[in-house]
Each structure stands twice: as C-alpha cells, then as structure tokens.
C-alpha cells in the first residue's frame, strides 16, 4: 500500500503532465481532499503531505472534522462543501465555509443569503450543473442554471464562482470528456451573455478517475477521494 504522501507525489506528477498537455499551469488547479468515511489521521496525513483544501459531502462530518483539524494545529485549512445540501444546514456552513459545490435552486441560495448576512461574510457558491442528464445525478439542468446564475447576482451576501459537476460514473476517463467540455462551454456561454467572467472563473469537474482529462478541459478545481486515500472501505 502506498502512504498518502506518495500519492500526493503520484498526482502531482499525473496533474503537471496533464498542465503540459493543455498548456496550462499547475498553479492554476487545486487539489481538493475528498473525505467522505476517511478519518481525522488519515486527513492530517494528506494535510501534512501539502493539501490545504478539503471537501466534505456531510454537513455535520464537515464541522466534526474541521474542527478536529483544527484542533490538531491546522486551522488555516480551507473547507469545502461537495455534496447536495439541504437548507435547514445551511447555517453550520455559513460562519466558515470557503466554497459550497452544490447550489442547484434559488430556495437555496436564498437561505445561503440569508444565513450569511446573519454572519456578516459573503458565501463564494458554485452551481451544480448536471450536464449528462442522468436522473440520479444532483443540480441544474443547463438552461436553469443560466437562470440561475443570474438571479445569484442580485444576492448581496453570495458570491457566485462557477461550475460544478460530477460525470456519470465510468471505468473509461475518456467517458467524462464530453461532460466537461459542456461544463466549460455553458461557463464561456455565460460570461458571453453578460456574466462578469470572475462569476465563472471556477469549473470544480474531475475525481479520481477522470481528473486528467478534467485538467485537460480547464478545471480549476478536482476533488480526489481515491486517488489521495486509496480505496473506501464503507
Ligand atoms: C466522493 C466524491 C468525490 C471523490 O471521489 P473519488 O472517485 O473517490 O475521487 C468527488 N466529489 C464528490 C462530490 C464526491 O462525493
């Protein structure tokens, strides 16, 4: 079994070879720790090993670990929401969450607004977009999220970032190409309709399997679950 820190290095390696495919930096991608079922040691040991950005699916894990992290001597860790959010959570996120993946109505941005006024900060959102169609997928279909997008801006107290989307599940990374190519392409649509490009400057795609060919279509974001921590047992 490898340590996590010789992941790390596995990744880092795969992402720079992808960066020069695309003719793109590696500065410009973010490893995102996915940490659905991993444990307090395992996410200290990828922090140790240089991740600075962690993703939870769970509300409540998210706070549980965080603050556990913290406690460890890593308080500078940013925290991410990934995965579907319901509203009445929304509050536990609000005071610290740096990104939140999953907005996908307007009944949830509007708790987001609510929530983050009460606490004084602006919410960075991305938009969930489910570009395959797939019925067991979360987020917006594509033209709602154009819709979306613009009722976000009149929400002083969200700040909308761009796009994310999870592909259909396949052993084939050539599979998610098409799916993150149209993730990038609604992103391009929306800026050319009059969204200010920072609104668009995030596309959170690629997961273990298929973030090569994510960094080739212009994430900015990849969340890594597997790849980092080898594989889930739960
Ligand atoms: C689990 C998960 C990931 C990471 O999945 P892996 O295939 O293990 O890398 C990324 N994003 C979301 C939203 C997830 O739930």
New binding site residues.
């Given amino acids: 079994m490898k340590t996590i820190a010789e992941r790390v290095t596995d990744i880092e390696v795969k992402l720079a070879e992808a960066c020069r495919r695309a003719g793109r930096l590696p500065e410009e991608i973010t490893i995102?720790a996915?940490t659905?079922t991993r444990t307090i040691p395992e996410i200290i040991e990828a922090v140790a090993a240089g991740i600075t950005h962690v993703?939870e699916?769970y509300v409540q894990e998210l706070v549980a670990k965080k603050e556990q992290v913290d406690a460890a001597g890593y308080p500078d860790i940013r925290w991410h929401a990934?995965?579907h959010l319901q509203r009445n959570k929304v509050r536990f996120l609000t005071p610290f969450c740096t990104l939140i993946?999953?907005v996908d109505s307007l009944r949830l941005a509007q708790e987001i607004e609510k929530r983050a006024a009460q606490v004084d900060r602006v919410q960075p959102v991305l938009l969930e977009v489910n570009v395959s169609g797939e019925a067991s997928k979360f987020g917006g279909a594509p033209a709602q999220v154009v819709e979306l997008a613009t009722q976000l801006t009149e929400l002083a107290h969200v700040e909308l970032q761009g796009l994310?989307t999870?592909a259909p599940y396949s052993d084939d990374p050539e599979a998610s190409r098409p799916h993150f190519q149209a993730l990038r392409h609604l992103a391009e649509e929306l800026v050319e309709s009059g969204l200010p490009a920072p609104a668009m400057r995030h596309l959170s795609m690629g997961?273990?399997?298929d973030?090569e060919v994510a960094v080739e279509e212009g994430a900015t974001i990849i969340?890594?679950?597997?790849?980092?921590?080898g594989p889930?047992t739960q």
């Fill in positions: 995102l996915a659905k993703g699916n990934i995965g993946h999953s994310m999870m997961m273990s399997g973030y969340r890594l679950g597997t790849a980092l921590f889930r």
